[in-house]
């Protein structure tokens, strides 16, 4: 398997615009995670799926922040507007339950709200 | 609320050194994992603990859990270079609404010099 795919690698859009990332996880995996990295706030979990179903967004910061995941191998994080402040590295990481292996993690999407 | 804390944050250490990091966490968890980041890239896993008194090696670096103390410890013997890294732990901990999702400590930035 190639792993945890995670496209854009870098995003540079304008404030105000709509941005979509996207997550294919690692085939079989029946959790899949979104996670933000910034220097201020460290890495954390906005939101996770089970079975393509989400079970908590409670880390999702506001209502512009949205996610899905309509199959088992494809996932989306929308942000709707962005604003400078979304500007992060966005992780998306998949595993199996009952985490044996951990969580394996894309390489990351790098936004960045001008 | 779920915490996971790692100290220290910050590490300076000479190569040829040795020194511990610890992670506490505040729930019951029996898995814990450690993962490392170089700058700018994602986080890779180390280690996979899923028991009490479980210890593992790789290298240089050694990891414990103990799992009545909530506490693991990433133990570094001769430190050198290319250990220069971020690092991280994570406990797997129950979350509402049911499931299972993997939570962070803020990370090590741990820097070796000559």
């Known amino acids: 398997d190639a792993g945890v795919i995670q496209s854009p690698r870098h995003e540079v859009t304008e404030m105000g615009q709509e941005v979509t990332l996207r997550c294919k996880p690692i085939?079989?995996?029946?959790?899949l995670f979104w996670y933000r990295q910034t220097m201020m706030r460290g890495l954390e979990l906005l939101i996770y799926?089970?079975?393509?179903?989400?079970?908590?967004d409670s880390g999702m910061p506001e209502d512009r922040f949205s996610a899905k995941m309509p199959n088992a191998s494809f996932s989306t994080l929308k942000i709707q507007p962005s604003e400078p402040r979304d500007s992060a590295v966005y992780f998306c990481?998949?595993?199996?339950?009952?985490?044996?292996?951990?969580?394996?993690f894309g390489q990351g999407t790098r936004l960045t709200v001008v | 609320e779920l915490k996971v804390e790692q100290n220290p944050l910050f590490l300076s250490m000479q190569e040829g050194k040795n020194y511990t990091i610890y992670c506490n966490y505040s729930?019951?968890?029996?898995?814990l994992y450690w993962y490392r980041q170089d700058p700018g890239k994602s986080l890779e896993s180390l280690f996979v603990l899923l028991s009490n008194g479980a210890v593992k090696q790789e290298g240089r670096l050694m990891a414990s859990l103990d799992t009545k103390a909530r506490l693991s410890t990433l133990h570094i013997t001769a430190a050198v270079h290319d250990l220069s890294a971020t690092y991280f732990c994570?406990?797997?901990?129950?979350?509402?609404?049911?499931?299972?999702?993997?939570?962070f400590g803020k990370g090590t930035s741990l820097l070796v010099t000559p």
């Open positions: 994570a406990v797997d901990m129950p979350k509402r609404n049911s499931g299972y999702a993997l939570n």
């Open positions: 729930t019951t968890s029996d898995r």
């Open positions: 799926f089970n079975n393509n179903v989400p079970i908590d």
């Open positions: 990481a998949s595993s199996l339950f009952p985490f044996r292996q951990g969580a394996f």
């Open positions: 085939s079989g995996h029946d959790y």
